[in-house]
């Protein structure tokens, strides 16, 4: 949709008002999904010019999409969000500096190589110093509550894989083991499952939150490319955001002639790992402990691809508690902890204190940022509660030899074809 047909289908009700986490801070129209509609409205009919203070209403926007769960119009946000940083990119600042390496790190396969390198020689040891430094500084903080380095389960090559899991590009640095491991859940379920080759790259999701879609266009052919090679009929992300993002391909090549039908066809393709483990009945016992777990959402899994009961059912048990405002955005999204470290340390903030309310000892994910961020909660208030992927939580539940069950299929059948979320 052209940016100002979407623009044109808000009706300024303001029915999204109370969903949108800046406005419930801020409490002003610029901070609300209305308001900045609005105002690009305005900049781009002329009538209006772009000013920093226009800007700075894109910019402390979380891309959480969950005013677009809110809205009866059905207004595509997260298009006028992403036309509006484009549009506006010129007059920003430079991102800070750890952002922007992050983003020029994610470009390059031979960077990514050397950093997933450095991160597990080096790892542990990089983490302990960022722990001792006790910095206030968001990207120190954020290194501390990584998880440690971990050697991932090896994924032996099987037949023809029909679904391809993506490795990302932060996600393989840092959480190789869980896309590995997710590969092994995969295959146990009956799905035949493989990783994307290490040189497929990132899917450009950061680029384009940012502004920068001609970054985001050139990632998205290169995964697209990459795979139709793999021959694969379906294409997973651990990240939630990288997921939804992969998902919008068709929208962002809509221009291009060469890509467009090509990039349709891989929109059609994107599934969720959660989702596929789900259809399949994979399922663990819960554990005979005295774990009490509760799960946060993915913004973009839940808003974007629409996945929000597929997990609750994979760690449904005695031990779960549903945490209030589980789909309220914990502040990580994308690299905004680092960009806006203020705005996303008031949500975290709020979302420790729900997470402690529920007494969980285990808050379960299915997004590496979102791990990062809780893990970052957990260890300012004192370790009360630790953070898993659902896939890495999974994994361990079957380690621990509390039993798997998936559908029996033989090797090489296709998952039950999609047809949402079972109810
Ligand atoms: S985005 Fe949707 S809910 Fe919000 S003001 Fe516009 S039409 Fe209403
Ligand atoms: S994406 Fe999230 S933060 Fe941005 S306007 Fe919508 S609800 Fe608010």
């Given at each position: 949709?052209?940016?100002?047909?979407?623009?044109?289908?808000?009706?300024?009700?303001?029915?999204?008002?109370?969903?949108?986490?800046?406005?419930?801070?801020?409490?002003?129209?610029?901070?609300?999904?209305?308001?900045?509609?609005?105002?690009?409205?305005?900049?781009?009919?002329?009538?209006?010019?772009?000013?920093?203070?226009?800007?700075?209403?894109?910019?402390?926007?979380?891309?959480?999409?969950?005013?677009?769960?809110?809205?009866?119009?059905?207004?595509?946000?997260?298009?006028?969000?992403?036309?509006?940083?484009?549009?506006?990119?010129?007059?920003?600042?430079?991102?800070?500096?750890p952002?922007?390496l992050t983003?020029?790190l994610v470009?390059?396969?031979?960077l990514l190589r050397a950093a997933k390198g450095l991160w597990q020689m080096e790892g542990r040891r990089l983490r302990r110093a960022a722990r001792r430094l006790?910095s206030?500084q968001s990207a120190v903080r954020l290194l501390a509550a990584m998880p440690e380095p971990e050697a991932a389960p090896?994924?032996?090559?099987?037949?023809?894989?029909?679904?391809?899991?993506?490795r990302g590009c932060v996600m393989d640095v840092v959480w190789p083991r869980t896309n590995a491991r997710?590969?092994?859940?995969?295959?146990?379920?009956?799905?035949?499952?493989?990783?994307?080759?290490a040189?497929?790259?990132?899917?450009?999701?950061?680029?384009?939150?940012?502004?920068?879609?001609?970054?985001?266009?050139?990632?998205?052919?290169?995964?697209?490319?990459?795979?139709?090679?793999?021959?694969?009929?379906?294409?997973?992300?651990l990240?939630?955001?990288?997921?939804?993002?992969?998902?919008?391909?068709?929208?962002?090549?809509?221009?291009?002639?060469?890509?467009?039908?090509?990039?349709?066809?891989?929109?059609?393709?994107?599934?969720?790992?959660?989702?596929?483990?789900?259809?399949?009945?994979?399922?663990?016992?819960?554990?005979?402990?005295?774990?009490?777990?509760?799960?946060?959402?993915?913004?973009?899994?839940?808003?974007?691809?629409?996945?929000?009961?597929?997990?609750?059912?994979?760690?449904?048990?005695?031990?779960?508690?549903?945490?209030?405002?589980?789909?309220?955005?914990?502040?990580?999204?994308?690299?905004?902890?680092v960009?806006?470290?203020?705005?996303?340390?008031?949500?975290?903030?709020?979302?420790?204190?729900?997470?402690?309310?529920?007494?969980?000892?285990?808050?379960?994910?299915?997004?590496p940022g979102?791990e990062l961020q809780?893990r970052l909660?957990a260890r300012?208030?004192?370790?009360?509660?630790e953070v898993k992927h659902?896939?890495d939580?999974?994994?361990?539940?079957?380690?621990?030899?509390?039993?798997?069950?998936?559908?029996?299929?033989?090797?090489?059948?296709?998952?039950?074809?999609?047809?949402?979320?079972?109810?």
């Amino acid at each position: 949709m052209k940016v100002q047909d979407a623009i044109d289908t808000c009706i300024q009700c303001g029915f999204c008002l109370q969903s949108c986490p800046t406005y419930r801070i801020f409490r002003t129209e610029e901070s609300s999904p209305r308001g900045r509609i609005a105002r690009l409205k305005d900049v781009l009919a002329g009538t209006v010019e772009a000013t920093p203070e226009t800007l700075a209403t894109f910019e402390e926007c979380l891309g959480c999409r969950a005013c677009e769960v809110a809205c009866p119009s059905g207004v595509p946000y997260e298009e006028i969000l992403l036309a509006g940083r484009a549009r506006l990119r010129d007059m920003q600042e430079p991102p800070p500096a750890p952002a922007r390496l992050t983003l020029r790190l994610v470009r390059s396969h031979i960077l990514l190589r050397a950093a997933k390198g450095l991160w597990q020689m080096e790892g542990r040891r990089l983490r302990r110093a960022a722990r001792r430094l006790h910095s206030g500084q968001s990207a120190v903080r954020l290194l501390a509550a990584m998880p440690e380095p971990e050697a991932a389960p090896t994924v032996a090559a099987g037949a023809k894989a029909v679904v391809q899991v993506h490795r990302g590009c932060v996600m393989d640095v840092v959480w190789p083991r869980t896309n590995a491991r997710a590969v092994l859940l995969l295959r146990e379920a009956g799905i035949t499952a493989d990783l994307m080759p290490a040189s497929t790259g990132c899917c450009g999701a950061l680029h384009a939150h940012q502004g920068d879609l001609p970054s985001a266009r050139e990632l998205a052919r290169g995964v697209i490319a990459a795979f139709e090679s793999s021959g694969g009929a379906e294409v997973v992300s651990l990240a939630g955001g990288c997921a939804a993002h992969m998902k919008t391909y068709g929208e962002l090549l809509a221009d291009d002639p060469l890509w467009q039908e090509r990039a349709e066809r891989f929109t059609r393709a994107v599934e969720d790992v959660t989702t596929l483990l789900d259809r399949q009945g994979y399922r663990v016992r819960p554990p005979a402990t005295d774990e009490r777990i509760t799960y946060q959402d993915s913004c973009h899994l839940r808003n974007g691809l629409k996945v929000q009961e597929a997990p609750r059912r994979l760690i449904a048990g005695d031990g779960y508690c549903e945490m209030a405002e589980a789909a309220t955005c914990c502040g990580s999204a994308g690299i905004y902890n680092v960009v806006r470290p203020d705005v996303a340390q008031r949500m975290l903030q709020a979302k420790v204190a729900d997470i402690i309310d529920t007494g969980a000892t285990t808050v379960i994910t299915a997004n590496p940022g979102c791990e990062l961020q809780l893990r970052l909660g957990a260890r300012e208030t004192g370790d009360v509660f630790e953070v898993k992927h659902i896939v890495d939580w999974l994994w361990q539940r079957r380690e621990e030899g509390v039993g798997a069950s998936g559908a029996a299929m033989e090797p090489g059948t296709r998952p039950s074809p999609p047809g949402g979320e079972k109810g």
